[in-house]
């Protein structure tokens, strides 16, 4: 060791015109995908590879301002379609040390969990896929991406913009029923994507093979009859077995306060996927419940809407 020099310090990732500061540490991970050839008599004897991408995980810090699609940019209804955007959109990452990694293609594999609430989040874990360029060979110098040195040109990090309200749960109906959430509220999406790959290339595009959001949360005040009431298991409108389980009742998950500036999330219907109730002498009555959406005639399966944060003129 020639000196006592070790790498190391943070970065921001810059994609798609956003950049994305991170409560903790970014992950790069070279995700190749080897191929063993092996003998019965020697054993394994070599790895070919089958596929070359990297995937770049991080827990955005949350600036939210009229901008759910850095974070979400598909949704529903591009179930069964291929991600990556026409166009390649290049990943930069500049770490504060003023080395700049590129990466030529990035499309968003996994978008973060929602935590809503006064002493959490807002956002959970995000991974982007970073893949190399079409039209340029392995041998090539930039083919998967480059290092340079060079520093972000503007900072951007604006904690006004990470908005941390008491959340709300409201469903719908003749008699709105609010909710308040003992740890707050969690919306996953649920998503799952396949990689679709090319003998030649690798994996060059992914695709969106299903979306399933969920609602998670522990009720803080709700009697025994009131949770109990939501999961449809008897009385007039219970489901019948066979029969579907929705509420008939939008849900609508917004800021608690009147004024407060937040992410809302809407499902037009609704039913409890499940539940529980604790009885001890430690624990709330209550412990998590889901609630996950129904699709309903003419309406979006969900909504994220993110606050406009610009100032009045």
């Known amino acids: 060791m020639g000196k006592r020099d070790i790498i190391e310090g943070p970065a921001v990732i810059s994609y798609n015109g956003h950049n994305y500061y991170t409560e903790g540490s970014i ?183 299903a979306v399933d959001p969920v609602i998670t949360f522990a009720p803080a005040y709700q009697t025994e009859s009131e949770m109990l009431a939501l999961l449809n298991i008897q009385g007039t409108s219970a489901a019948q077995l066979g029969g579907s389980l929705s509420l008939g009742r939008s849900l609508t998950l917004s800021p608690a306060e009147s004024g407060a500036l937040g992410i809302t999330v809407v499902f037009a219907d609704c039913c409890v996927e499940s539940g529980s109730m604790i009885f001890g002498a430690e624990d709330p009555r209550h412990g998590d419940y889901a609630i996950v959406p129904v699709l309903s005639s003419g309406s979006d399966l969900y909504t994220i809407t993110f606050p406009d944060l610009t100032p009045a003129e």
């Not at 940019?73 to 290049?90: E, F, K, N, T, Y």
């Open 27 to 209: 992950t790069l991970s070279p995700d190749f995908k080897p191929r063993t050839l092996s003998s019965s008599y020697f054993g394994p004897a070599d790895r070919r590879v089958t596929d070359k991408l990297f995937s770049l995980s991080f827990t955005p810090c949350g600036m939210m301002d009229d901008n759910a699609q850095k974070y979400f940019p598909w949704d529903i209804d591009d179930v069964g379609s291929l991600l990556a955007p026409s166009s390649d959109l290049a990943v930069d990452i500049y770490a504060s040390s003023g080395v700049k990694l590129s990466f030529p293609a990035g499309v968003i594999i996994s978008p973060p969990q929602l935590l809503l609430g006064t002493d959490r989040g807002p956002f959970g874990s995000m991974t982007i896929a970073c893949m190399g360029d079409l039209t340029k060979v392995d041998a090539a110098a930039d083919a998967h991406y480059t290092i340079a040195s060079a520093a972000i040109s503007a900072h951007t990090l604006d904690w006004s913009a990470v908005r941390t309200p008491a959340y709300k749960l409201v469903l719908g109906g003749d008699t709105p029923t609010t909710i308040d959430g003992l740890e707050g509220f969690t919306l996953d999406l649920r998503a799952s994507v396949t990689p679709r790959m090319v003998n030649r290339y690798g994996t060059v595009n992914f695709k969106l093979s």
